[in-house]
């Protein structure tokens, strides 16, 4: 009976003094309080550190402000070109962006493409900015018209000067004149007035200012040559090799191999450090044994492939998503619509399947070579009628 008593009146304590004295125990209820204590002094600790965060952000934004701002006699004036100048050097995107009308009359069509190329090149220069070692060079296998060369190797050198003005640039193609054209667009912005005002820094030296080859005065240069050109002397931070074979050459073995062997034994030796140099190798695939076929066979290689209507070559995979949600299938709805590649198939099977779908197929076929065909059925012609000829003799006799 005392027991049944003594629970009963523990059991009307409990709901008198309501939910928190339910589990009471008076060993463990100095424990609770400090741990209760403990919680929301870091609770008091988080919101703190969260205000001391937002109050950093707002001063940072702010310091930006300020330097972008310069008192003059007439009253508060805003540097414009100060704060193009500081957000170009944080984004190679928006630097395109700022800077295409002053090398492109024409209105831009801004893919999705465009941009995520422009941050993979940012991501490997920022390492070079900071001397350390590269992840890997790169491969981008793209249709023809996609902007590739504007952003590759025109507007990415006179990017990379606004960050590090020291930095050395060899940009190949396939021919000799392509790739000074290719430079003189490059040295038409750096000395255009937009980029001055923005990067007066950059300056480059009189007695080295040719479409060749120009270099500023703190030691950067861009050096542009054809394939198989001499490079003995430059070595390079970062080498761009953009369409290092045409049309012609694809169909020439002989061409394929000696291009292969020019990338592979000389300029790929032309770096300033080859633990952090890297190289850019930007085309349409032409053929199956293409310069993209040389490095996708090394190890260390980020392969960027897209080609103009959605396939398994896409990579990385992930990015199928930008096809199917911003596309309807295609890489550009605009500049590579269904229509535009329609007309683009009509030229045919080996054309197409390379230069728009990035993967070579054989000149003969996809399947088989027509050519292969002749010849086995006129052996087995032959085969036929020396059997039957010798049938006959058999039937003479």
């Known amino acids: 009976m005392t027991i049944l008593k003594d629970f009963s009146i523990r059991k009307k304590k409990k709901k008198k003094h309501g939910r928190k004295h339910l589990y009471s125990n008076k060993a463990l209820d100095p424990l609770i309080e400090d741990h209760v204590k403990k919680n ?39 540097d414009e070109y100060s704060l193009i100048a500081s957000i170009c050097r944080d984004s190679f995107y928006e630097f395109v962006k700022e800077f295409w009308s002053v090398l492109i009359p024409e209105k831009p069509v ?12 940012q991501q490997a220069a920022e390492r070079v900015f900071k001397g350390l070692p590269k992840k890997h060079d790169i491969v981008v296998n793209i249709p023809p018209g996609t902007t ?22 060899i940009g190949a193609s396939h021919a000799e004149k392509l790739a000074l054209d290719l430079s003189m667009k490059c040295r038409d912005i750096i000395k255009s ?63 394929l191999r000696k291009v292969n062997y020019w990338i592979d034994s000389q300029l790929s030796n032309r770096k300033v450090d080859k633990a952090v140099s890297f190289m850019i190798l930007v085309m349409q695939r032409l053929h199956q044994d293409d310069p ?7 190890k260390k290689i ?17 990015l199928v998503k930008y096809y199917n949600k911003l596309g309807g299938g295609s890489l550009d709805p605009i500049r590579l619509n269904h229509l ?44 036929t009628r020396s059997l039957q000829f010798k049938m006959f003799g058999r039937v003479l006799k």
């Open 292 to 298: 993209t076929s040389l490095f996708l066979k090394r």
């Open 110 to 121: 801004w893919n999705w493409h465009i941009e995520y190329l422009c941050n993979e090149l």
């Open 193 to 255: 007035d937009k980029y001055r005002a923005c990067f007066p820094e950059v300056i480059l030296r009189d007695d080295q200012d040719t479409k060749t080859k120009f270099q500023n005065t703190q030691g950067g240069y861009r050096y542009a040559i054809g394939v198989e050109g001499a490079v003995i002397g430059m070595h390079a931070h970062i080498i761009v090799i953009d369409d290092p074979i045409d049309v012609n050459a694809a169909t020439s073995s002989t061409l």
């Open 40 to 78: 929301k002094r870091e609770k008091r600790r988080t919101k703190k550190q969260i205000k001391i965060r937002r109050k950093r952000i707002e001063e940072k934004r702010n310091k930006v402000v300020q330097e972008a701002i310069s008192f003059t006699k007439t009253g508060l004036q805003v």
């Open 340 to 383: 535009v590649l329609d007309e683009e198939k009509q030229k045919g099977q080996y054309y197409y399947s390379s230069q728009f779908r990035q993967d070579p197929v054989p000149l003969g076929g996809g399947m088989f070579k027509v050519s292969r065909i002749k010849t086995d059925i006129i052996q087995s012609m032959t085969k």
């Open 148 to 169: 590739k060369s504007t952003i590759m190797s025109v507007m990415y050198p006179a990017w990379l000067w606004t960050r590090m003005p020291s930095i050395r640039f």
């Open 302 to 318: 980020k392969w960027i492939c897209l080609p103009a209507e959605k396939s398994e070559k896409i990579s990385p995979p992930e």
